[in-house]
């Protein structure tokens, strides 16, 4: 995110969105569903405006959006465009991520995004505090961020665990990043209180690869179990998340020992390289597609799209569960 904010005169504009907060633009049908409580899944963007190269990004951003209404639920990409909160961003507006001024939205930016017009893309700690205000309660993305290698010494630990921990909503991922310690990553997530399912598996899924060799804290077997536990934790008045931990496909993940040896490689090129804080986790992508001669980036994809179908499934057990 660049240091320096563009200079501007709040007074230049207003936002009116019927229903919501001024701050936000929420289309039409997104809106009638999330009033009505029909399925709706949120799509952080981040993805698209630092997580995937070009061509790929905006391929893949179409195709999520597909795979959520095949899966019969609304898909709901969330962006900053000119410092309003779109929710149900559109092809043209996703396009936008694409240019170098954009930013990359953690929850701790929304603020000065929306303060200052600018545009990016939304991590899942942004899109995950969005979704709450507005009453969402599935996200879809591909791994949420975690403890970060090394973070002993730096404590880079992702806002996304943050996020989970102060907000009821269940994120539909393959586990953490590749560029993150996953059994670190779940002694913090136990820590803050997130319950962690892992979707038809003992083990926790690591990204590229189906396992990082760590037995899941749970194990479910369906949309409506999951969406059980939601309801549930709800109905407890717990405001912590649902890390809901769906491996890669089996036809498109990585061994386990290549993507180590992936991880190994990338972060020592990184150090080498003096690549740090936000600009770290696109650049390792980057390296790992790579290093893997592109199969990271087809896992990656693969995974992606597995998510959001499961996130519109998880959605739509919600929506026919009975309320109270």
Known sequence: MPGRLPARNPSERTISGPGWSSAFHVEPELADALSSGRPVVFLETAVVSHGLPDPHALEVAAALQAEV?????LPAAVAVL?????VGASTEQLARLRRPEVW??????????VAYGVTGGL?????VAVADVLGAAVVATGGVGGVHLGAQQTWDVS????ALAEHPVAVVCSGAKAVCDPSLTLEALDTLGVTVLSYGTDWF??????????RAPRRVDSPQEVARVLQAKRALGQRSGLLVANPVPSDAGLPLEDVTAAVR???ARAAEEGVRGPDLTPYLLSAFSELTGGRALRANTALLRANA????????????????
């Open 104 to 113: 990359k939205v953690a929850s701790r930016d929304l603020s000065v995004a």
């Open 123 to 127: 991590t899942v700690s942004a899109t």
């Open 159 to 162: 806002s996304d665990l943050r």
């Open 265 to 267: 490689l990338a972060t």
């Open 205 to 214: 899924p690591y990204f590229y690869a189906a396992s990082c060799g760590l």
């Open 309 to 324: 179908r499961l996130a519109a499934q998880v959605a739509v057990a919600l929506a026919e569960l009975p309320s109270g």
């Open 69 to 73: 209404r095949e899966g019969c639920a």
């Open 82 to 86: 000119d410092g309003k909160v779109v």
